[in-house]
Structures are given as C-alpha cells and as structure tokens.
Nanobody, 127 residues
Framework: QVQLVESGGGLVQTGDSLRLSCAAS??????????TAWFRQAPGKEREFVSA????????WYSDSVKGRFTISKENAKNTVYLQMDRLTLEDTAVYYC??????????????????WGQGTQVTVSS
C-alpha cells in the first residue's frame, strides 16, 4: 500500500519561499512508471493541479499559475518529491496535497486520475 506524507507547510509573507516535501512509502518509485503531483485546494475552491513529475526520466509539468515560480524535483534515494515555491503570493494560500498515479502521463491534471493521496499540508501567505 502506497502512503504519501507531506511536510514543509507554514506561514510566510508575500515574496517569500517555501519548500514542500512528499515522502513515499510502500513501494520504490525511482525509475518506475509512476507520476507524483502536487495539487492545492483553497477554501471554497476546487482542488487544482499545481505540478507533476515522472519518476522514470524526470519529465515535469506545471500549471500556468505557478510556471516560473515553482520547481518540482525528486530525490530517488529518499523516495521523495519536493516542491520549491518562490515569490509566493496571497493566491498561493491553500492546503497542498501530494498525489501519485501509475502511468507515464506527466500532464495528468485531473484529481480523479490519481490513485494515492497524502493528508495535505497548509501553506498560508500573508501580506
């Protein structure tokens, strides 16, 4: 059974940076045909795709709202995916979730297409 655990959320100010981590257990993702993604959900809004990375090859995908500010990466030895968030804005405030699905499509942006989810970590950006 795959388990995903997010960490790294917190309270920051606009323009600050934050790095989220998603540690996976239950299987080794390195070089596998799995994709790990970050989604976020703000109060009263639907869950939205942020970014994804394919374990086999490292291809990445970003939503337009974070492209150029956020960077997704992976560390095979730790079975962990990171989301480096720079130049944070008030609109980035949300609960951030890590998710994974089996497959090679890194541009999978629909939440129902993901099989495994973490519990979420809160990111709050204040002015």
């Amino acid at each position: 059974q795959v388990q995903l655990v997010e960490s790294g959320g917190g309270l920051v100010q606009t323009g600050d940076s934050l790095r989220l981590s998603c540690a996976a257990s239950g299987r080794t993702f390195a070089y596998s045909n799995y994709v790990t993604a970050w989604f976020r959900q703000a109060p009263g809004k639907e869950r939205e795709f942020v970014s994804a990375i394919r374990w086999n090859g490292g291809s990445t995908w970003y939503s337009d709202s974070v492209k150029g500010r956020f960077t997704i990466s992976k560390e095979n030895a730790k079975n962990t995916v990171y989301l480096q968030m720079d130049r944070l804005t008030l609109e980035d405030t949300a609960v951030y979730y890590c998710a994974a699905h089996r497959g090679r499509i890194v541009s999978q942006i629909r939440a129902p297409d993901y099989d495994y989810w973490g519990q979420g970590t809160q990111v709050t950006v204040s002015s």
